[in-house]
């Protein structure tokens, strides 16, 4: 009876996507009657298009009349035909192209429409007539490369690498504080603390058409960047209705030799649980949840993805295209290593052999309307809702100074983190004569990140036995944490473009951008003071000592920072609350100055203000801390084309850097071998870049490039390490300059063409050089001596420049049938680069990595595919080495396991 129901209501949501098709349908072929994927083919005048699948099918859904179609293809010539469709009827089409016998140019065909985005051809072919440098990686290439998250595709762009167990990425050597992220255009709120930019692994492929890497500066992006700008741009839904169900299963390599996996109590297979902080926590032990760690059974990961889309056409011209997804999956990783704290002179403060079990989940929803009202008036509608959740357990065991020096302490952290975003974003699109363009977007987001009940214990072996004890040196070795980040953001803006000369080739735009960000961040942690020297601890059932007869019983003494039950303050969290205000006027002309010479050039006026005020376990504001600064933007991008397959490129504007909430409150942040804390006297840098590019495209979906850049940046940022005994590190203006330059190199190119199969590669590779002023008298000056550094040099490298980046993909398509294979190799590099800059305790320094991924894609028909991936083969050791004066010692090394996965996808 279940089975029953179920065929029905599958049923029922087929035959409503199906419904009254009315178009154009058919298939792609060469004179060998060999299929052509990813043909574009367009409807003349009209903005509707699509692209051919992997044997060759395409459904184009159009209003009843005569249309010209068009159809290209790379190494194809460009044909069209006139076609006649009939009301709720679908007309069938078998399309011949002929193959380009010689390597001639073809002559200039005018298209009016937009050009499929989801293509490798279709960007590049955006990439080659923009006048601004832009990168984009492409919806189907993730897709056979197996790419799952917005962070790793990102990564498989020119000069960007990402931090380790996180979604932050460092572009050509910047890190998070210069960079930027944007949905559709819109901003994109951080959802966490750290950082200044969305951990962008939140965000799965399956949302995604494309994604643009904008490293230069024009005046429509936020001024507030220098590395790039990530725009995701979310899918919108074109051709024949559709249902799609996919599923995945994997395993990490690590996690399967595992006779236990661990996880924390108070958490739930899918990531939403919550726990609260009870009543009364300081007068009676009323924690609910456990200090057990529980077994996790059967850690395979594992994934659902159901994904629907479909046209309704709205009279003659109308059109409203739906698309909505959702999606879950979920992750096991063991990893295993060490980590110490490290002090100038060598001697270790702790030491410890390091195992962490790691679950992640996501669950994603999204839903695009889009209103296409006639061939001038278009409105979306964009909503999404992602809920992540990570949960660590770390067991670490060894040395710690003068607590555990017969190496028998163990540390005990159980973390869990929960994020949850929504967006809403409604963007406007209008044409209001020929010349005239107004464009329109609107956008709130919402978020809630919480470390609910983070727990940490402290033990080890007695002196007097073999028998396990608490360490009660202070007052924090057994604790439970509770945090909270409340981001609320409210952006939007308009734009005016008018076309003007001839042909409409040159255009000015004049357009206004707001956004007002309120964030507040408050956290508690609870401490478990042990009263009694010797006290024994079950190492199987920590909760036998921590409950409600052994707290009356005065065995520990439950506290805050602030005190006990008895002072009024004790459970006032520390906060810091942030308001962040700016407004952008911005306008630029862009002008064919000869029939190979374009230039755009622009100002950006961006005045921004920023409040922030705190009350923390280091100190409180009196006042709030105002930051107001107002920048004016200049930048100019040329554009010569030396013939129609060469651009020569050149790119200049200023920016700048705003520190981060974060980095200015001066709040504790501590992990187990590391404490940071933020600094009230931060200021913006000001960032100068320049870029020179040649581009060379030998076929419409190849690509050659070589890009020269340079950045000036004065009063940089820096994260330092400070010698101290509780190893601390912090933010300041490092110096009164620092550069960046290099140079950059990408190739996407066929290396041999058969019949049925194609050998073909994307490579690209980095190179970096940085420099930075190191001034410790500056730093003690403008800090007012709260920041004390005494460097050993005056300039080292810049935070986060690795010196060479690479990524080198190898693929095979190999056509039989009606069956096609992708089989991609993808090759990784990311060389060594400071993790954090030091005085007295020597930097820290990521060393490089080598990364090897498998992925095979096979599509057994034209609506059900298989897809099997290896990533990490290779399996590396992420390893940090701390500079000290008696050499390089190893500060943190572990590694993650291969990781064995398949998928299946079926089309309705």
């Not at 992750?331 to 002179?345: C, F, L, P, T």
């Amino acid at each position: 009876m279940q089975k029953k129901r179920w065929s029905i209501l599958l049923f029922v949501t087929y035959t409503c996507f199906i419904y009254a098709q009315q178009g154009i349908t058919g298939k792609v072929v060469d004179n060998r009657d060999t299929a052509i994927s990813d043909c574009s083919v367009f409807i003349q005048d009209t903005d509707f298009f699509t692209q051919t699948d992997s044997l060759g099918y395409f459904t184009l859904e159009v209003p009843a009349g005569e249309h010209t179609l068009e159809y290209q293809a790379p190494d194809f010539r460009y044909k069209s035909a006139q076609v006649t469709v009939l009301q709720d009827q679908l007309s069938h089409q078998h399309v011949v192209l002929e193959r380009e016998i010689e390597e001639k140019e073809i002559g200039e065909v005018t298209i009016t429409g937009q050009a499929p985005r989801r293509s490798e051809a279709g960007l590049i072919s955006l990439q080659k007539r923009s006048v601004e440098m832009t990168e984009n990686v492409s919806a189907l290439q993730l897709q056979k490369q197996g790419v799952g998250n917005v962070a790793a595709a990102v990564t498989k762009a020119t000069g960007i690498s990402r931090q380790d167990g996180t979604g932050i990425i460092f572009v050509r050597g910047l890190g998070d504080r210069y960079n930027s992220t944007s949905l559709n255009g819109l901003p994109l709120p951080s959802n966490a603390p750290e950082y200044k930019n969305i951990d962008l692994s939140i965000f799965k492929t399956d949302v995604v058409e494309y994604i643009s890497v904008e490293k230069t500066f024009s005046p429509k992006i936020t001024g507030d960047v220098s590395g790039a700008n990530i725009n995701i741009i979310s899918k919108e839904h074109d051709g024949k209705g559709y249902v799609k169900i996919g599923l995945d299963a994997g395993v990490n390599t690590q996690v399967s030799s595992k006779n236990k996996f661990w996880k924390k109590d108070g958490t739930d297979f899918y990531g939403f649980k919550d726990t609260q902080m009870p009543d009364n926590p300081l007068g009676a032990y009323n924690f609910k949840t456990s200090w057990n760690w529980e077994n996790r059974k059967n850690p395979f990961s594992s994934g659902l993805t159901i994904e629907a889309g479909k046209n309704f056409l709205t009279g003659t011209h109308g059109k409203i295209s739906l698309f909505a997804t959702f999606s879950f999956d979920n992750d096991y990783v063991y990893s295993k290593g060490m980590e110490k704290s490290i002090n100038a002179q060598g001697y270790a403060l702790k030491d410890l052999n390091s195992q962490k079990y790691e679950y992640s989940t996501n669950t994603t929803g999204m839903m695009t309307l889009a209103y296409k009202i006639n061939n001038n008036n278009k409105i979306n509608y964009n909503l999404l809702f992602i809920n992540s959740s990570n949960q660590e357990n770390r067991l670490m065991e060894g040395y710690i100074k003068d607590l555990a020096e017969n190496d028998t302490g163990i540390i005990r952290r159980a973390e869990y983190e929960i994020s949850r975003l929504w967006i809403n974003q409604l963007l406007g699109r209008h044409n209001l004569n020929k010349r005239l363009n107004f464009n329109w977007s609107i956008a709130y987001n919402n978020l809630d990140n919480k470390t609910p009940d983070r727990q940490q214990t402290t033990t080890k072996m007695s002196d007097l036995g073999n028998y396990l004890i608490f360490i009660n040196n202070s007052d924090s070795d057994q604790n439970r944490y509770f945090d909270e980040l409340k981001d609320d953001e409210l952006a939007g803006g308009f734009s005016l473009d008018y076309l003007f000369g001839k042909e409409k080739e040159n255009k000015i735009i004049l357009g206004y951008q707001a956004k007002n960000k309120q964030r507040a961040f408050e956290a508690t942690q609870i401490n478990f003071k042990i009263t009694q020297a010797e006290t024994k601890v079950d190492e199987d059932n920590y909760d036998n000592f921590f409950n409600q007869h052994n707290f009356e019983s005065g065995l520990f003494l439950i506290r805050t920072f602030r005190g006990n039950s008895y002072v009024p303050t004790a459970l006032l969290p520390s906060t810091f609350e942030g308001t962040q205000t700016t407004h952008a006027g911005f306008t630029g002309i862009e002008y064919k100055l000869s029939d190979n010479l374009t230039g755009q050039a622009g100002i950006r006026l961006e005045n921004v203000n920023q409040r922030i005020n705190w009350d923390t376990n280091l100190s409180a504001s009196k006042d709030d801390l105002k930051l107001n600064k107002t920048k004016f933007l200049p930048s100019l991008n040329l554009k010569y084309g030396l013939n129609d397959r060469n651009n020569l490129r050149l790119a200049f504007s200023k920016t700048y850097t705003m520190p981060q909430y974060k980095e200015i409150a001066p709040f504790y942040y501590e992990d187990i071998t590391e404490i940071s804390f933020g600094n009230p006297y931060l200021y913006p840098s000001d960032n100068y870049n320049a870029d020179l590019r040649w581009e060379f495209f030998p076929k419409s979906a190849e690509v050659l490039s070589i890009t020269a850049f340079g950045k000036y940046i004065k009063n940089p940022i820096a994260k330092i390490t400070i010698s101290s005994s509780g190893n601390e590190s912090s933010y300041v203006n490092i110096g009164d300059w620092a550069y960046v330059f290099g140079a950059e190199l990408e190739v996407r190119k066929d290396l041999l063409k058969l019949t049925n199969s194609r050998l073909y590669t994307f490579l690209n590779a980095t190179f970096i050089e940085s420099k930075s002023a190191l001034d410790s008298d500056k730093i003690k000056k403008e800090t007012q001596n709260f920041i004390n550094a005494s460097f050993d040099k005056e300039e080292d490298e810049l935070q986060g420049a690795a010196k060479f980046l690479a990524n080198v993909n190898l693929g095979y398509n190999q056509k039989i049938k009606d069956i096609s294979m992708d089989l991609i190799v993808s090759y990784a590099y990311l060389g060594k680069n400071i993790y954090a800059l030091s005085y007295g305790t020597g930097n820290l320094i990521d060393q490089d990595l080598h990364i090897l991924d498998l992925n095979i894609k096979l599509n057994l028909t034209p609506t059900t595919t298989i897809g099997i991936t290896a990533k990490n083969l290779f399996n590396p050791e992420y390893k940090r080495i701390q500079e000290t004066k008696v050499g390089d010692m190893t500060q943190r090394s572990y590694d993650r396991g291969r990781f064995l996965g398949i998928g299946f996808s079926k089309k309705f």
